[in-house]
């Protein structure tokens, strides 16, 4: 489905029955909605189950001017609106995760649950700033394919490139089909957006943290670290997972989720 929104038009998918709880879903970068089609077909019988494609990623317009992290907040706010959302569960995946926590920062009483996978609170290190520079450098010179080649080794854990082929091959053809512009404009978006560390004990709504145990890019140091610092949060490190720890352990991961949203 698609729908016009913040001056874009935002491709999403809206699943289950109305009436139900409501929950979100925020793909990481540079992926897509249909990151999460598993746990949509686990939740959808109870729950209404929205994921939708991030401004310049999967169907949805880039519009003008620069990407942040604020403008993809205000997205998923008129989205929340204009589909008569007054309160949702959110989960966000990687930069899913970094919208969900700004967003749960800056408008509270939107949400009612938050579950944050594979990310974390802190903002780019200098040195992560300048792989991302060079990433961009290195998708205007040398193409995206390249890009996904070189992206593709640090999103799995190394058994999932025996185990998981399909997935592996699903998450490629995401990356290549987002366009050079959308994926420069995300990178500095990412490199210079705010750390949301500092208000994580502010947080008063339930909180699942979920992480691969193999994740290279956000460890389960980081999200220790933000179970630590949010009260009453649950933490579940997945096995036989790396970054994308939904698609590489869905079982174990729709599990603790549909626990968790069960008790919401």
């Not at 001056?7 to 699943?15: G, H, K, N, P």
């Not at 949702?88 to 967003?103: E, F, K, P, W």
């Not at 998981?164 to 210079?192: F, G, H, P, Y």
């Amino acid at each position: 489905m698609r729908i016009a929104i913040n001056d874009i038009t935002v491709s999403y998918s809206d699943e289950g029955k109305n009436g139900t709880p409501v929950i979100i879903f925020i793909h990481g970068f540079p992926f897509n909605k249909s990151m999460w089609k598993m746990q949509i077909k686990a939740l959808k019988d109870n729950y209404r189950v929205i994921a939708y494609d991030i401004r310049g990623h999967g169907n949805s317009d880039a519009g003008d001017g620069d990407f942040s992290i604020e403008l993809f907040v205000k997205d998923l706010l008129s989205l929340l609106d204009a589909l008569k959302i007054d309160k949702t569960m959110l989960c966000g995946l990687s930069m899913g995760g970094y919208i969900a926590l700004n967003a749960i920062e800056n408008y509270p009483e939107r949400f009612d649950a938050l579950i944050l996978s594979d990310t974390n609170c802190i903002s780019d290190t200098s040195e992560v700033k300048e792989k991302r520079m060079k990433a961009i450098e290195s998708i205007r010179k040398s193409g995206i394919e390249k890009y996904a080649d070189e992206s593709i080794k640090k999103f799995f854990a190394p058994e999932s490139f025996t185990t998981r082929k399909k997935e592996i091959d699903a998450v490629w053809k995401m990356i290549v089909k987002t366009s050079k512009q959308s994926l420069c404009n995300t990178l500095l978006a990412l490199s210079v957006r705010k750390e949301t560390c500092n208000k994580l004990s502010e947080i008063k709504v339930p909180v699942l943290i979920m992480v691969g145990k193999e994740d290279k890019i956000t460890p389960p140091a980081a999200a220790q670290f933000m179970h630590e610092k949010i009260k009453d949060s649950f933490l579940n490190i997945i096995e036989h997972a790396g970054h994308l720890s939904n698609m590489e352990n869905p079982v174990e991961f729709n599990e603790h989720l549909k626990k968790f949203v069960a008790n919401v």
